[in-house]
């Protein structure tokens, strides 16, 4: 808590040395610019995104769910209603074992997934892949919702109880303890890599790329500087991480619902005072997906590979499938079937991708701000302010967007500092939760404060040292998975033997 007790002073003694606080903050700012040594860094990753981790995922995750989809037979789609008849508590025992219901896995997974990929996740793609870009984040959501069942089946198959009761579950588990008997002692080698890549993710997907977002949506709004915006929020995450205060939490939890319902009103209103452009809109979207030719006809210089590739990283950012975070919220469901708690899982990129996505990108592609010289969340923002216009609502365009990603970027960085902690108690104890807890606050400034660029070549790093470790897991257990599958939905045909039989 020692950061709350010198924020005040900071901010005083700003008000009183403006002149000297303006430049100590902007030394900061520029260190990503000045510092050769973080300029090496950056050019480093820069490299490793554009010639090897991008290809990497590229030649691994669509082939992974294109694997799967076949083996499950599109269970994705065949089983989506039980999936959502499960969520709805359908299935529920109160004598099941684990920490929270279906539902409430689901939601605090879609809490660290939906947040600053749907509003400026989208943009970005638009922005450096064109609108062909929107149809690559489609096929990754779609393919993803396999991967979430596969991944979330496999965590809660492999979850470990605490000796306090609580569970502990995710990637690394499963990769330790699933594939020992495949590929012995590597599979330990495979958990750790996992981990120390969860704890990097955590400082860049859930943590850096929210924060920038954040400030840069406060600063282009209410003209607050980052720096401030930094502290602030650096300031309320470690209320809740470091100091254990759930109210914020439990406010925000209440409040995402409502900006969420309200962000989808408003786009749907949008849309549908141009429905007679949707369709030219869906049509530039594929045609675009396999030409490129709207990113490189000078809009960023893109071609058809940069359109695909930033496609599917940003549906991956959107929403993780494959990626190894969400089943270690999926792993504390209360359910005897993993399974059964992968099909709750596949429902997230339907409802982050495949939809939200889709709402923020139609808005941005119908009113014609992708064309405007803007990008990440001013295109979202400008955008939704040019379609409101149109019906006479002045004025708050901006606003939904700024004040619907503070919420859902906060609720971000509060879920992804959960698995941070998860990852750094499977490696060190909990003794180094509390530490972790003041880093991540540290990057949570970090992150509002300096560059677009550098942060987000970060956060795509980061995640492909996640995602790859994991997809090789997935495919070493894609056995256990099938049999996981066979064995959940011969149950249920004892269950409901009336209903068409689940194995068909």
């Known amino acids: 808590m020692e950061f709350l007790i010198i924020l005040p002073f900071l901010l005083t003694f700003y008000y009183l040395k403006p002149e000297f606080m303006t430049s100590f903050i902007d030394q900061i700012c520029l260190l990503e610019i000045q510092n050769p040594i973080l300029k090496s860094i950056d050019n480093v990753i820069q490299y490793y995104n554009e010639y090897i981790g991008g290809f990497l995922i590229l030649l691994m995750l669509i082939p992974t769910g294109i694997y799967f989809i076949i083996k499950l037979k599109f269970l994705n789609i065949t089983k ?103 590929i012995g002692k590597m599979a330990r080698v495979l958990a750790l890599i996992f981990a120390v890549a969860t704890v990097l993710c955590s400082l860049g997907t859930g943590n850096m790329a929210q924060s920038n977002s954040m400030s840069a949506a406060l600063h282009g709004t209410y003209d607050i500087e980052k720096w401030i915006s930094g502290f602030v929020i650096a300031g309320l995450a470690l209320l809740v991480i470091v100091g254990g205060i759930k109210r914020i939490a439990e406010v925000t939890s209440r409040l995402v619902p409502f900006m969420a319902v309200l962000y989808v009103i408003s786009a749907l209103t949008i849309i549908a005072i141009k429905y007679d452009q949707i369709p030219y809109a869906f049509s530039i979207i594929f045609t675009d997906a396999f030409t490129g030719k709207a990113a490189a006809g000078g809009f960023f210089g893109s071609v058809f590979l940069m359109t ?197």
């Open 308 to 504: 695909l590739v930033m496609g599917v990283r940003r549906g991956l950012f959107s929403n993780e499938a494959g990626q190894g975070s969400a089943p270690i919220a999926h792993a504390a469901a209360k359910t005897e079937y993993p399974a059964r708690e992968g099909l709750v899982a596949s429902l997230e990129p339907l409802v982050d991708t495949l939809i939200i996505c889709t709402l923020t990108a139609l808005v941005i592609i119908l009113t014609g701000a992708w064309q405007l010289d803007k990008e990440g969340v001013s295109m979202t923002a400008r955008a939704m302010e040019m379609g409101l216009n149109k019906v006479g609502i002045k004025g708050i365009g901006d606003h939904i967007v700024a004040i619907g990603l503070m919420l859902f970027a906060f609720s971000t960085i509060i879920s992804w500092s959960y698995y941070g902690t998860r990852a750094v108690n499977y490696l060190f104890g909990e003794k180094f939760i509390k530490p972790y807890g003041y880093i991540y606050g540290l990057f949570v400034f970090l992150g509002s404060i300096w560059g677009l660029d550098l942060v987000w070549h970060f956060v795509d790093m980061v995640i492909t040292f996640m995602t790859i470790p994991n997809l090789i897991a997935l495919l070493l257990l894609a056995p256990v998975v099938m049999n996981e599958t066979r064995k959940y939905f011969t149950e249920m045909e004892k269950i409901e033997p009336k209903k068409k039989k689940y194995l068909s």
């Open 80 to 182: 989506l209603r039980h999936s959502i008849r499960v969520v709805a508590g359908k299935y529920d025992k109160s004598e099941d074992i684990g920490d929270v219901n279906h539902f409430k896995a689901l939601t605090t997974a879609l809490s660290a997934t939906v947040g600053t990929g749907n509003i400026v996740g989208v943009a970005l793609a638009i922005g450096w892949g064109g609108p062909g870009a929107v149809f690559w984040m489609w096929v990754t959501g779609f393919l993803g919702m396999i991967l979430k069942y596969s991944e979330c089946t496999l965590s809660h198959k492999y979850r470990r109880f605490n000796s306090d009761g609580s569970v502990s579950g995710g990637p690394m588990y499963y990769m330790e303890f699933g594939l020992k008997h495949r």
